[in-house]
């Protein structure tokens, strides 16, 4: 009796045990088995006609074939047709079996769209899977131009970024503004100015991709020079876009002398029809009596020294030669 009820108690928990393990089974196999209907389980997927945002921009900025480029053109499967072949100033490459093809302004993959479209239709191939490979673009390197501590041409491979060039080319230099205009070897016509920014935000955004055959120029900021009886004599840098007005620039020249006739400064100005002069109120100005003067780049201020009787007689040429010399000699 004790036997029967225990083998009956045995077949009892495997029962139970079966029926668990038909409960759970299902959650776990459809992820690694297929469905009774013989259909496999759904699988997440992504929409591969929809590029990514890395993707866009990556295509977007593909460097594209031009005049000098030394091209490698081959066909999978057919090593008679792999060949290398300078690309003519034109912009025209003559290929196996299709002759001169017209590859100017096309980056290398819309190259090999054209190259199995043209072989198909000749009756070449069937369906040839093409290949294009840049192995020399005619300019290696970035030029870096303009207020740059070492302006020259930088060789680089692939893309590199904005400020990773300006660091070859040592920085800015002291007189250098906060425009940077970019020309795109593929579009010369249209060179993009950016903005340079002690912003971290805005500064990240100026920060972009740059390529071989691209030209990079600092724009140099705009200079005032003070002369005189000034503590010291100098050229000014203003930055692109920022206004400076007199008595900035005669602070940045660390003020006037005691010595100074302040009544008979005056402002030289640059104009289509060369410079002239205007009297300047710095004593006014100074005193808050008369308002102060927006200055324009390659202004020249000029303060005479009252201790001498010449002060006043000083000439024009003699100013503007005074602020030749700074330019001369650079920033102080």
């Known amino acids: 009796m004790r036997q029967s009820e225990t083998i009956r108690g045995l077949g009892l928990a495997l029962v139970l045990l079966a029926c668990f393990t038909l409960a759970t089974a299902p959650e776990s196999w459809s992820q690694s ?17 929809a590029p990514s945002g890395e993707t866009a921009t990556a295509s977007a900025s593909e460097l594209t074939i031009g005049g000098g480029d030394l091209l490698k053109v081959s066909v999978f499967g057919a090593t008679e047709s792999d060949q290398e072949v300078r690309v003519d100033q034109t912009g025209n490459a003559s290929l196996n ?32 899977q093409v290949s294009v490979f840049a192995k020399e673009y005619a300019t290696q390197g970035i030029s870096v131009l303009g207020e740059v501590q070492k302006p020259g041409v930088y060789p680089v491979l692939g893309s590199r970024r904005l400020f990773d060039v300006l660091a070859m080319a040592g920085g ?15 579009h010369p016509e249209a060179p993009r100015s950016l903005i340079l920014s002690n912003d971290a935000a805005e500064s990240a955004k100026s920060n972009i991709e740059v390529f071989a055959g691209d030209t990079i120029t600092v724009s ?6 003070v002369v005189g009886d000034v503590k010291r004599p100098s050229g000014v840098a ?17 003020g006037t002398n005691p010595t100074a006739a302040l ?44 201790a001498t009787k010449t002060a006043t007689r000083r000439t024009l040429e003699a100013i503007l030669q005074s602020a030749t010399g700074l330019a001369v000699y650079g920033l102080h």
């Not at 088995?33 to 929409?47: F, K, Q, W």
């Not at 800015?172 to 593929?186: H, L, M, N, P, Y």
């Not at 930055?239 to 660390?254: H, S």
């Open 33 to 49: 088995t297929p469905s009774s209907t013989g259909m496999a389980p759904p699988v997440a997927t992504t929409d591969s006609s």
């Open 97 to 128: 079996f299709i002759g001169s093809v017209h590859l100017g302004g096309l980056t290398t993959s819309e190259a090999q769209t054209l190259i199995a479209k043209k072989l198909e239709d000749g009756g070449f191939y069937n369906h040839p």
């Open 172 to 186: 800015t230099s002291q007189k250098a503004g906060r425009i940077v205009s970019v020309t795109r070897r593929d």
């Open 220 to 225: 140099r900021a705009g200079v005032v020079y």
């Open 238 to 254: 203003m930055d692109n876009g920022t206004d400076m007005t007199v008595l900035q620039a005669i602070a940045v020249a660390e």
């Open 263 to 306: 009544n008979k400064a005056k402002l030289i100005r640059k104009t289509p029809n060369g410079p002239k002069e205007m009297p300047l109120p710095l004593k006014d100005m100074l005193s808050s009596k008369a308002p102060d003067v927006r200055l324009q780049a390659e202004d020249i201020i000029f303060v005479p020294n009252s």
